[in-house]
């Protein structure tokens, strides 16, 4: 297994990591919730861990996942108990037409993209209603890594990331493509629900 990456994150056993993770999976859950929709696509669902907490917290939910890591799809189908497709796609050109969704989410991706702001601008074209986002929450999530030793040589900086960004910086790029009804924080991580423009 990676010492780093989704996989390692979700299956991580250490009791403080699962503790954030579980309280970041419940902040999502709340907020699909307060939407009201019960149809979704996961985009950068890696292997699945996000749909399979969804589907236990809500088990009227429906859900497309889809990865550009085949890798991740192939043990999230083998090995993360869901009933979701799961299939390869690429969040900068998604293969389906718009309005497809009421919902699109897509946590812990931007800051994996060259260009944050075109992933962006495509998930809101797919969705119909709502977009909800996550990235991690800088410089907080950088100095939780250094403090335990993660990364030490890049100050924490996780080498997989191209963006890091600040509460700040991270409303100003949500809001230059769609409409931010909410942002808040599930620590090291931030979370936007946005609507889509009009």
């Known amino acids: 297994m990676n010492r780093h990456g989704n996989r390692q994150k979700h299956l991580n056993p250490n009791p403080l990591q699962r503790s954030l993770l579980d309280r970041f999976h419940q902040k999502v859950a709340e907020l699909i919730r307060q939407t009201g929709v019960t149809c979704l696509l996961d985009a ?65 991706v931007l800051e994996h993209l060259p260009d944050s702001t075109v992933g962006l601008r495509e998930l809101a074209r797919v969705s119909s209603e709502y977009v909800l986002l996550s990235v991690p929450h800088e410089p907080f999530f950088r100095g939780a890594n250094f403090l335990r030793g993660k990364h030490m040589l890049a100050f924490g900086n996780d080498p997989e990331h191209f963006h890091n960004y600040s509460g700040r910086g991270f409303r100003r790029m949500v809001s230059s493509e769609v409409d931010l009804i909410w942002h808040g924080y599930a620590f090291p991580w931030q979370i936007a629900l946005g609507r889509k423009r009009r």
């Open 44 to 108: 950068g669902c890696g292997e699945g861990f996000v749909i399979k907490h969804l589907q236990e917290s809500n088990g009227s939910i429906a859900a497309i996942g889809g990865d550009f890591s085949a890798e991740a799809l192939v043990w999230g189908r083998a090995n993360v108990k869901h009933n979701a497709p799961l299939t390869h796609m690429d969040i900068h050109h998604l293969p389906f037409p718009d309005n497809s969704f009421p919902l699109i989410i897509c946590l812990e």
